[in-house]
C-alpha cells in the first residue's frame, strides 16, 4: 500500500513536467490562448502527439501508451500548472469513448499521432436545466443541436451524445462560436444533421465520463497548485506596512485554507483515479466526489490568490486570471458540480 | 501508487470484523439513548468496553508487547479505529491516557515508569486526565503557571488546571508544570500526579452538552514523589510536543465511517419526510463528497504509514477538515431536519439512530480540543509553509 506515485509514474511526471516547462510556458501559449482560432499552436499540438499525451490511454497497437487514470492525472496535473490550452483532455476522453466501443482502430492511430482531433459534445442546453433540444439518432444520422462542444474549429470529428447511445460524426460542422469568459477556450454551438454511426448504449460512456472527471480533477489540482504557489512566493516578497504581508496572520490562515483544500484535492483525485484503474466498488463515488471537491476547492484557491495579489491580481498582464478562468471552465464541464453531486448520490442508493 | 491493503492486513480486518460481530453487545448510539442511561453508567460501560478490548489484544496496538502492547504497527491500528468506528463501538474511557500518554512514555519515560504506568492504563484499571490547559493558558500553552518547585524528593505543585477531560473520572493526571518562570518553554516539566494526594481538587464542570467529562483541578501545596517525573526537569515542553504528534494516526477515515453513516442516516431521514430534493438533496450530497475527500485523507495517511512515512505537521489539516467538516456537517443536518432534529434524545419522537441535538452541541468541541482550529493554521502556516513569523 503506498500513496506515493510508483517509480514510472515519477518519472512521467518528471519528463512532463520539464517538457511543458521548456514548450508550453505560459508567456508562449498565451498568444495562442488569445489569438490563434484552434486555441493553441498546430506545433505544439504535435509535440503533445510525440510525447504521447494523446494516446495516453490507448493501447500500443494504434500507437497508445497503455496507461491508466493514474498517469492521466499525472499529466493532466501538470497541464494544468502550466495552465495548458488546447484540447488535450477533450481528445483523450472521445478517444477512450472509441476504444471502449471498438473497431476504430484507423481513427485512433490518427488521434494519437495528433493527426485528427475528436472531441465529445455533450451540451443539450447552453443553460443548465431545461433541455433546449434533444439531439436525436436516427435513420444513420444525428440530428440536432450542440452547446459549448469544446475546441469545435479544430474538430475533424465528433463523438455526439444522444439518448440511444454516443454517436461518431465525421465533420465539417455549421458551427457558431461561443466564447465564454475564459478567452482560452474555443467552445461552439455546433448545429448537426449528419450521418452518423451509433458507438454503443449510453452506458459505454460510464468509463470515459470518469476518465473526464478525473482528469479535469487532476488539471483542476495543477491549477490551484501553481495559483498557491505564486501567493505564497508573493505572501513572502511582498511588503506592506514595512513586514512582509505572509508575517500577517489573517494572510497565513488564508494560505493555510488554501493549502488545505489544495492538498485534499490531490488525496482525492489520486485516490478517484487508483479507483478507476483497480475498479474498485468505490469508484462512482470517488470519481464524483474528486470532481465535485475539485470544483469548488479551484475556484476557492484561485480566488484566494487573486485577493492576496491585490491589484495586480486583477489584471490581464498577471497570468492569474488565467488559471481563475480555466478553472470555472473545468467546474462546470467534464461533469458540473450540478451532476456529479447527483452521481454521488446515485452511488449510495438516492 | 497502490491502495489496496497487504493480505495480512486485509486478513487483519476480516479479523476485527468477526471479533467486533461476536463481542460488540450494542452499538454505542444504542446505548446512548437507552432511557436508563446515566453518566455514570456510560462511564462504566465505557470501562468494561476498554477491558473487553484489551483482554482481546485490541488496545496499546503500535506498543511494544513488553509493556501490553500488541506490538503491531499504526496500519493495523487505524484499521482497527476505522472498523470500530465502522461498527459504532462505545469510546474506551482511557481515552487521553493511551492516545497521550502512553507515546509519552514510551518515548521518553524510565523503564521502571513504562511497567508501573502501562499496563493499568491499558486495563482501564487507571484512568487518566489531560492537563495542560490552564485558566491563563489555552492556546498560548506554554503561558503556564501551575508551579512545582523540588523539596527534597518531592516536587511542591500549585496552580489549576482547566477543561481537564475525564478530570471528575481520573484517577491520574498527566500535568506540565512550571520548574522555572523564567524560561518560558525551558522552565516546563511533565509531571504525572496522584489526584488522591493531598492538597489536590476536583471539581466537575458542566459542559454544553448537559455532561460533566471534564473538570478543573486545583493543586494546593500537593507533594509529588520527584519519580513521577517524565524525562528531565525542564523537558516538559519538548515532551508534549512530541506528544500532540502521535495523537493524529489516520483518524479521518474513523471519522468518515462514522460521519457517512449518519449522513446516509440524514438522507434516509429526509427522504422518509419527502425533503430529499431541491435544495436539501444539494446540501446532503455536499456532504456525502466532503466525506468522501475527507475518507481519501485518511487513507492517504494510512497508506504513507505502510510506505513507513510518518506524518509531519502537515496532519494539521486533517484535523481542520475533520473538525471544521462535522460542524458543518452537524449544523446542515439540523437546518434539513426542522425543530426535530433538536429534540433531546429522551424526547418523545426523537429520531432514533442519531441523536442530531447532542452531535450538534459535540461538534463545537472539536474545533478547540487539541489544538484549535486557529492554532492549528499556525502550525501550518510556520511549519509547513515557512511564512515569515511576526
Excluded at chain 1, 505572509?246 to 483525485?269: N, P
Aim: charged share 25%.
Amino acid at each position: 500500500m503506498q500513496f506515493d506515485l510508483s517509480d514510472d509514474q515519477r518519472l512521467l511526471r518528471e519528463s512532463t513536467r520539464s517538457f511543458l516547462a521548456a514548450e508550453a510556458p505560459l508567456e508562449k501559449t498565451r498568444r495562442a490562448m488569445e489569438d490563434d482560432p484552434r486555441g493553441i499552436e498546430a506545433g505544439l499540438w504535435h509535440k503533445l502527439a510525440e510525447m504521447g499525451f494523446l494516446g495516453l490511454l490507448l493501447p500500443p497497437a494504434v500507437g497508445g501508451q497503455g496507461l491508466g487514470a493514474v498517469e492521466l492525472a499525472v499529466v493532466l496535473e501538470e497541464a494544468g500548472r502550466v495552465c495548458l490550452p488546447g484540447p488535450l483532455l477533450d481528445v483523450i476522453v472521445a478517444a477512450a469513448v472509441l476504444a471502449d466501443a471498438g473497431g476504430h482502430e484507423p481513427l485512433l492511430r490518427e488521434i494519437a499521432a495528433g493527426a485528427s482531433r475528436v472531441v465529445v459534445a455533450r451540451a443539450d442546453a447552453p443553460f443548465a436545466g431545461a433541455v433546449q433540444s434533444q439531439t436525436i439518432f436516427s435513420d444513420g444520422r444525428v440530428r440536432g443541436t450542440k452547446y459549448f462542444v469544446p475546441f469545435a474549429p479544430a474538430a475533424d470529428a465528433l463523438v455526439v451524445t444522444t439518448p440511444s447511445g454516443p454517436c461518431l460524426v465525421r465533420g465539417p460542422f455549421a458551427l457558431t462560436p461561443t466564447p465564454t469568459l475564459d478567452q482560452a477556450q474555443r467552445f461552439a454551438t455546433v448545429t448537426l444533421d449528419h450521418p452518423a454511426s451509433l458507438l454503443g448504449p449510453p452506458a459505454l460512456l460510464t468509463r470515459s465520463d470518469r476518465l473526464a472527471a478525473v482528469g479535469a480533477s487532476a488539471m483542476l489540482l495543477g491549477l490551484m497548485s501553481r495559483a498557491f504557489e505564486m501567493s505564497h512566493g508573493y505572501a513572502q516578497t511582498r511588503e506592506a506596512f514595512r513586514r512582509p504581508i505572509g508575517s500577517f496572520q489573517v494572510i497565513q490562515h488564508k494560505l493555510a485554507d488554501m493549502l488545505l483544500r489544495l492538498e485534499s484535492t490531490r488525496s482525492a483525485v489520486y485516490r478517484a483515479a487508483w479507483c478507476v484503474d483497480a475498479n474498485d466498488d468505490a469508484t462512482a463515488l470517488a470519481c464524483a466526489s474528486a470532481k465535485a471537491y475539485a470544483g469548488d476547492a479551484g475556484r476557492f484557491v484561485c480566488g484566494e490568490a487573486i485577493q492576496i495579489h491585490g491589484g495586480i491580481g486583477f489584471t490581464w498582464e498577471l497570468e492569474l486570471h488565467w488559471y481563475f478562468k480555466r478553472t470555472k471552465t473545468l467546474e462546470q464541464h467534464y461533469g458540473s458540480t450540478e451532476e456529479q453531486l447527483e452521481l454521488a448520490l446515485s452511488a449510495l442508493g438516492y | 501508487m497502490d491502495l489496496h491493503l497487504e493480505p495480512a492486513h486485509l486478513a487483519f480486518r476480516e479479523e476485527v470484523r468477526a471479533w467486533l460481530r461476536a463481542n460488540l453487545p450494542r452499538p454505542w448510539r444504542e446505548c446512548l439513548r437507552d432511557p436508563a442511561a446515566t453518566e455514570d453508567s456510560l462511564m462504566a460501560l465505557r470501562r468494561r468496553w476498554q477491558r473487553t478490548l484489551y483482554t482481546a489484544g485490541y488496545l496499546g496496538m503500535d506498543w511494544p508487547a513488553a509493556w501490553g502492547g500488541r506490538g503491531a504497527t499504526e496500519v493495523e491500528k487505524a484499521i482497527l479505529e476505522a472498523e470500530l468506528a465502522a461498527a459504532d463501538a462505545p469510546p474506551i474511557l482511557n481515552l487521553l491516557g493511551i492516545s497521550l500518554l502512553g507515546p509519552a512514555l514510551i518515548h521518553h519515560a524510565t523503564e521502571a515508569q513504562r511497567r508501573r504506568f502501562l499496563p493499568p492504563m491499558l486495563a482501564a484499571d487507571e484512568i487518566w486526565c489531560q492537563g495542560f490547559s490552564e485558566p491563563g493558558a489555552g492556546s498560548d500553552l506554554a503561558a503556564l503557571k501551575t508551579s512545582a518547585v523540588l523539596d527534597g524528593d518531592h516536587f511542591v505543585v500549585n496552580g489549576q488546571k482547566v477543561w481537564t477531560t475525564f478530570g471528575p473520572w481520573a484517577d491520574w493526571i498527566f500535568a506540565l508544570v512550571r520548574t522555572d518562570p523564567k524560561d518560558r518553554y525551558g522552565g516546563i516539566s511533565f509531571l504525572l500526579i496522584k489526584l488522591d494526594t493531598p492538597g489536590v481538587t476536583v471539581r466537575p464542570l458542566r459542559q454544553i452538552t448537559g455532561e460533566s467529562e471534564f473538570g478543573e483541578i486545583f493543586f494546593e501545596d500537593a507533594r509529588v514523589p520527584r519519580e513521577n517525573l517524565v524525562g528531565q526537569i525542564g523537558e516538559g515542553w519538548r515532551i508534549a510536543m512530541t506528544v500532540l504528534m502521535y495523537e493524529r494516526g489516520a483518524a479521518s477515515l474513523g471519522h468518515a465511517e462514522r460521519f457517512g453513516r449518519d449522513i446516509l442516516q440524514l438522507a434516509a431521514a429526509l427522504r422518509r419526510h419527502g425533503r430529499l430534493a431541491g435544495a436539501a438533496r444539494e446540501k446532503v450530497a455536499r456532504l456525502l463528497v466532503e466525506n468522501e475527500v475527507m475518507r481519501a485523507n485518511g487513507l492517504r495517511t494510512l497508506a504513507n504509514f505502510a510506505a513507513g512515512k510518518v506524518p509531519g505537521p502537515e496532519s494539521s489539516i486533517e484535523k481542520i477538515y475533520w473538525s471544521e467538516f462535522d460542524r458543518r456537517f452537524r449544523e446542515t443536518a439540523l437546518d434539513l431536519l426542522g425543530p426535530g432534529g433538536q429534540l433531546a434524545r429522551t424526547s418523545p419522537g426523537a429520531l432514533p439512530d442519531v441523536d442530531w441535538a447532542r452531535e450538534f452541541l459535540w461538534a463545537r468541541a472539536g474545533t478547540i480540543y487539541a489544538g484549535s482550529s486557529e492554532v492549528q493554521r499556525n502550525i501550518i502556516s510556520k511549519r509547513v509553509l515557512g511564512l515569515p513569523q511576526a
